[in-house]
């Protein structure tokens, strides 16, 4: 037996070997990616181990309360709490932590809402190691060192333990990310096994996730909590439920957990462990974790400035690859919009559309570069349209939390659609972004949009103006994918909607500014003042300066009302110098950071501004502000990203950026050119290889000189996604000179 032991110990050591061989000859792109940068000042990130787009996000809580934690974690916090498994990436919302482990020396407490009080530990950043799939950090009260790595469902926690007689694991249920325990169970199995599930309310109304943890060792001792509806060694049930398994270690003995989640039960969970995880081997599955990130990694290669600039430039990438994320089980059973229990069809079904901030750049870099991912999102919009009606505004956990205006699925399914993705069907989706448009929900009240073509302050009590100017966006939306279907109706009903920003436009100040139904100005009108739901005001975490720009279909006809191409530049220009360290409001509005003069990089609705200036026969301006934006806000550091990432918008902004160009309109399949921020960068596409080349690019040569695509000098404004689908090379000569 002991000779087959060894020859089986072996064999699994020489096929993890060839696997590391066969690693080493491609480009290990993850050694480029920093998953703390953005885990201090508000970046909102988190350092865990997750798979791309993957269910379980298995990593450090440090914090739970409050905005700093909303991802749980934060640089600053010197102790940990526990390793939960799910985590939001980059939100302005405290959310997750789900399902929480601590590894422990001794006898612990467990209290009823001590916020791990009794069983946390201090830790130093400097113990800290992450890569994509991968985290580990020592625990300094207990002489343990943590690892875990990931699976799309399922986690594998390594424990290194020192020699002890009460070696354990805590299991937290009551723990969570800013929400509170509703109703959660923990039962043993066996002497290695438990199963569970958390559900939960906060941020997120309703979610739940079910569990099944085995353990390599059994355990030899259950210490429950005591005051639960019911409690004993075997099962315990209620709303704060907590175990303390107990068994003996040697010095540096290595205790393995394997963690499955299900949205839909725990038989689920069960199944998609042992299916993701069947066997005990860290290596194997950290190593399974980093080639999955290097395959989605090696799609793009970059030239850059230098190793730092590559780091940020990788990072920026794996952070657009966190979310959506999954909730369907491998048989793709999963917990529904409407709470019940349904099946997908592709077994793929996913959660968490951040939608007001993702619309814009990010979901359009997906259909670019992951363009069967992207189709995954928009069939579970369209599903969730099918359950409950409605098609997500900001979903997380499949609740809708209305925390954000617009109704910004529209632009991604309509990008999706125009871009001739056939994997759903067309008719259901128009008639899905048409009675997003048409049908009164939450912050769509379109009996008083259409009476007055706009939203009145007086009969919409907060961010009238926002809402004006993001809903004409998605009308414009819906008038495209109308006009492809030849609905021609639908397309000039909708078309003349799109074009009610221009009842909000204030001629005197050159601003949008709110008004009531009797067609009033807002008096008296601060174009500085900071505004949000939670403040009330007409405004969404911006100012009239922030938003007088966002009318992204229409740029010419918003130039128009500037009069002239040099009067919307010389507006612009005041914009971006109008030194405001100091906003009124800015208390109450967290989000508007990385300031160049009132331009907000921290926050969504500016991220286009810097591009207007070249549809406005500007492009040095551009060029100008897309370099400052790269050298003031986006480092290779722990406190590098200068706000919240936002589900990877954030970052996204900045691959678009480095490769100079940006989609102003996300559907229009055009993109704004601006000044690439690297040498060269490769995409893989499926149809073939479409290359950036910045020649001569420098720190001084920031300017673009000429624009050369396919070797034809071109002076067009915009790249078509015709133009980049099927691969080609775009070249830009770069001058010290601002032409």
């Given at each position: 037996?002991?000779?087959?032991?060894?020859?089986?110990?072996?064999?699994?050591?020489?096929i993890?070997?060839?696997?590391?061989?066969l690693?080493?000859?491609?480009?290990n792109?993850?050694?480029?990616?920093?998953?703390?940068?953005g885990?201090?000042?508000?970046?909102?990130?988190?350092?865990?181990?997750?798979?791309p787009?993957?269910?379980?996000?298995?990593?450090?809580?440090?914090g739970?309360?409050g905005?700093?934690?909303?991802?749980?974690?934060?640089?600053?916090?010197?102790?940990?709490?526990?390793?939960?498994?799910?985590?939001?990436?980059?939100?302005?919302?405290?959310?997750?932590?789900?399902?929480?482990?601590?590894?422990?020396?001794?006898?612990?407490?467990?209290?009823?809402?001590?916020k791990?009080?009794?069983?946390?530990?201090?830790?130093?950043?400097?113990?800290?190691?992450?890569?994509?799939g991968?985290?580990?950090v020592?625990?300094?009260?207990?002489?343990?060192?943590?690892?875990?790595?990931?699976?799309?469902?399922?986690?594998?926690?390594?424990y290194?333990?020192?020699?002890?007689t009460?070696?354990?694991?805590v299991?937290?249920?009551e723990?969570?990310?800013?929400?509170?325990t509703?109703?959660?169970?923990?039962?043993?199995?066996?002497?290695q096994?438990?199963?569970?599930?958390?559900r939960?309310?906060?941020?997120?109304?309703?979610?739940r996730?079910?569990?099944?943890?085995?353990?390599?060792k059994?355990?030899?001792?259950?210490?429950?909590?005591?005051?639960?509806?019911?409690?004993?060694?075997k099962?315990?049930?209620?709303?704060?439920t907590?175990?303390?398994?107990?068994?003996s270690?040697?010095d540096?003995?290595?205790?393995?957990?394997?963690?499955?989640?299900?949205?839909?039960?725990?038989?689920?969970a069960?199944?998609?462990?042992?299916?993701?995880?069947?066997g005990?081997?860290?290596?194997?599955?950290?190593?399974?974790a980093?080639?999955?990130?290097?395959?989605?990694?090696?799609?793009?290669?970059?030239?850059?400035?230098?190793?730092s600039?590559k780091?940020?430039?990788y990072?920026?990438?794996?952070?657009?690859?966190?979310?959506?994320?999954?909730?369907?089980?491998?048989?793709?059973?999963?917990?529904?919009?409407?709470?019940?229990?349904?099946?997908?069809?592709d077994?793929?079904?996913?959660?968490?559309f951040?939608?007001?901030?993702?619309?814009?750049?990010?979901?359009?870099?997906l259909?670019i570069?992951?363009?069967?991912?992207?189709?995954?999102?928009?069939?579970?919009?369209?599903?969730?349209?099918?359950?409950v009606?409605?098609?997500?505004t900001?979903?997380?956990?499949?609740?809708?939390?209305?925390c954000m205006?617009?109704?910004h699925?529209?632009?991604?399914?309509?990008?999706?659609?125009?871009?001739?993705?056939?994997s759903?069907?067309?008719?259901?989706?128009?008639?899905?972004?048409?009675?997003a448009?048409t049908?009164d929900?939450?912050?769509?009240?379109?009996?008083?949009?259409?009476?007055?073509?706009?939203?009145?302050?007086?009969?919409?009590?907060?961010?009238?103006?926002?809402?004006?100017?993001?809903?004409?966006?998605?009308?414009?939306?819906?008038?495209?994918?109308?006009?492809?279907?030849?609905?021609?109706?639908d397309?000039?009903?909708?078309?003349?909607?799109?074009s009610?920003?221009?009842?909000?436009?204030?001629?005197?100040?050159?601003?949008?500014?709110?008004?009531?139904?009797?067609g009033?100005?807002?008096?008296?009108?601060?174009?500085?003042?900071?505004?949000?739901?939670?403040?009330?005001g007409?405004f969404?975490?911006?100012?009239?300066?922030?938003?007088?720009?966002h009318?992204?279909?229409?740029?010419?006809?918003?130039?128009?009302?500037?009069?002239?191409?040099?009067?919307?530049?010389?507006?612009?220009?005041?914009?971006f110098?109008?030194?405001?360290?100091?906003l009124?409001?800015?208390?109450l509005?967290?989000?508007?950071?990385?300031?160049?003069?009132?331009?907000?990089?921290?926050?969504?609705?500016?991220?286009?501004?810097?591009?207007?200036?070249?549809?406005?026969?500007?492009?040095?301006?551009?060029?100008?502000?897309?370099?400052?934006?790269?050298?003031?806000?986006?480092?290779?550091?722990?406190?590098?990203l200068?706000?919240?990432?936002?589900?990877?918008?954030?970052?996204?902004?900045?691959l678009?950026?480095?490769?100079?160009?940006?989609?102003?309109?996300?559907?229009?399949?055009?993109?704004?050119?601006?000044a690439?921020?690297?040498?060269?960068i490769?995409?893989?596409?499926?149809?073939?290889?479409?290359?950036?080349?910045?020649?001569?690019?420098?720190?001084?040569?920031k300017?673009?000189?000429?624009?050369?695509?396919?070797?034809?000098?071109?002076?067009?404004?915009?790249?078509?996604?015709?133009?980049?689908?099927?691969?080609?090379?775009?070249?830009?000569?770069?001058?010290?000179r601002?032409?």
């Amino acid at each position: 037996m002991k000779k087959k032991f060894l020859l089986r110990y072996f064999f699994v050591l020489f096929i993890i070997a060839q696997k590391t061989i066969l690693t080493s000859f491609s480009q290990n792109l993850t050694k480029y990616v920093n998953p703390f940068i953005g885990t201090d000042f508000t970046g909102h990130t988190y350092p865990g181990a997750t798979t791309p787009f993957g269910m379980v996000q298995v990593g450090p809580d440090n914090g739970t309360d409050g905005w700093k934690f909303c991802s749980g974690y934060h640089t600053d916090s010197k102790s940990i709490m526990g390793f939960s498994h799910t985590h939001l990436s980059g939100t302005g919302v405290s959310e997750m932590g789900d399902i929480l482990f601590m590894p422990v020396i001794g006898d612990v407490e467990l209290k009823v809402g001590d916020k791990s009080e009794s069983y946390k530990s201090s830790f130093s950043n400097d113990s800290e190691i992450a890569s994509p799939g991968y985290y580990k950090v020592f625990l300094q009260d207990y002489d343990i060192t943590a690892e875990m790595t990931a699976t799309l469902r399922a986690a594998m926690h390594r424990y290194t333990y020192p020699e002890h007689t009460k070696a354990g694991v805590v299991i937290d249920l009551e723990h969570g990310i800013g929400d509170k325990t509703t109703e959660s169970y923990l039962r043993v199995i066996d002497s290695q096994t438990i199963v569970g599930m958390r559900r939960s309310s906060g941020f997120i109304r309703d979610h739940r996730y079910y569990f099944c943890a085995r353990f390599s060792k059994p355990f030899s001792k259950v210490v429950s909590l005591e005051d639960e509806i019911l409690s004993n060694e075997k099962y315990i049930l209620g709303k704060n439920t907590k175990f303390l398994l107990q068994f003996s270690t040697t010095d540096k003995e290595a205790v393995i957990i394997k963690v499955g989640l299900s949205t839909a039960h725990e038989k689920g969970a069960i199944k998609n462990l042992d299916k993701e995880i069947p066997g005990w081997i860290f290596e194997e599955v950290k190593l399974e974790a980093e080639n999955t990130w290097n395959s989605y990694l090696g799609r793009i290669e970059i030239e850059s400035f230098n190793e730092s600039q590559k780091i940020s430039f990788y990072t920026s990438l794996y952070h657009t690859l966190l979310m959506p994320n999954l909730v369907s089980d491998l048989d793709g059973s999963y917990s529904g919009w409407d709470h019940k229990l349904h099946k997908s069809e592709d077994g793929n079904m996913y959660t968490n559309f951040s939608l007001w901030d993702t619309y814009r750049a990010l979901h359009p870099f997906l259909s670019i570069m992951y363009p069967e991912n992207n189709s995954h999102f928009v069939k579970s919009m369209l599903e969730r349209h099918k359950q409950v009606g409605l098609l997500p505004t900001n979903e997380y956990g499949m609740c809708e939390t209305w925390c954000m205006i617009g109704n910004h699925a529209v632009p991604v399914i309509v990008d999706a659609f125009l871009k001739g993705n056939k994997s759903f069907d067309a008719e259901l989706a128009y008639n899905a972004v048409k009675h997003a448009q048409t049908h009164d929900h939450n912050k769509s009240d379109w009996t008083n949009y259409n009476r007055y073509g706009y939203f009145p302050f007086d009969k919409s009590s907060v961010e009238s103006v926002s809402r004006t100017l993001e809903s004409v966006y998605d009308d414009y939306c819906v008038a495209m994918m109308a006009k492809a279907l030849n609905k021609n109706e639908d397309y000039n009903s909708f078309m003349k909607r799109a074009s009610n920003y221009k009842n909000i436009y204030h001629p005197g100040s050159m601003l949008v500014r709110g008004r009531n139904s009797k067609g009033e100005w807002r008096t008296p009108f601060d174009p500085f003042a900071l505004t949000s739901e939670a403040g009330g005001g007409d405004f969404t975490e911006g100012n009239a300066w922030q938003w007088t720009w966002h009318v992204q279909h229409d740029v010419d006809g918003l130039i128009d009302l500037f009069g002239t191409k040099d009067k919307f530049v010389q507006k612009l220009d005041t914009f971006f110098a109008t030194n405001v360290t100091d906003l009124p409001g800015q208390d109450l509005v967290p989000d508007v950071t990385g300031l160049i003069g009132g331009y907000s990089q921290g926050n969504e609705p500016s991220h286009h501004v810097a591009y207007l200036y070249t549809l406005a026969d500007r492009p040095d301006r551009t060029a100008e502000i897309v370099r400052e934006v790269f050298d003031r806000f986006y480092l290779a550091k722990r406190d590098g990203l200068c706000g919240n990432d936002d589900c990877g918008q954030m970052s996204a902004w900045y691959l678009f950026s480095a490769m100079g160009f940006y989609p102003i309109d996300p559907v229009s399949g055009e993109y704004v050119l601006g000044a690439p921020q690297a040498h060269r960068i490769s995409l893989k596409l499926p149809n073939g290889t479409f290359t950036m080349r910045a020649n001569k690019l420098s720190v001084k040569n920031k300017y673009v000189e000429t624009v050369r695509l396919n070797g034809k000098k071109t002076n067009l404004k915009t790249l078509k996604y015709n133009d980049i689908k099927n691969g080609g090379l775009l070249e830009f000569d770069m001058t010290n000179r601002a032409l």
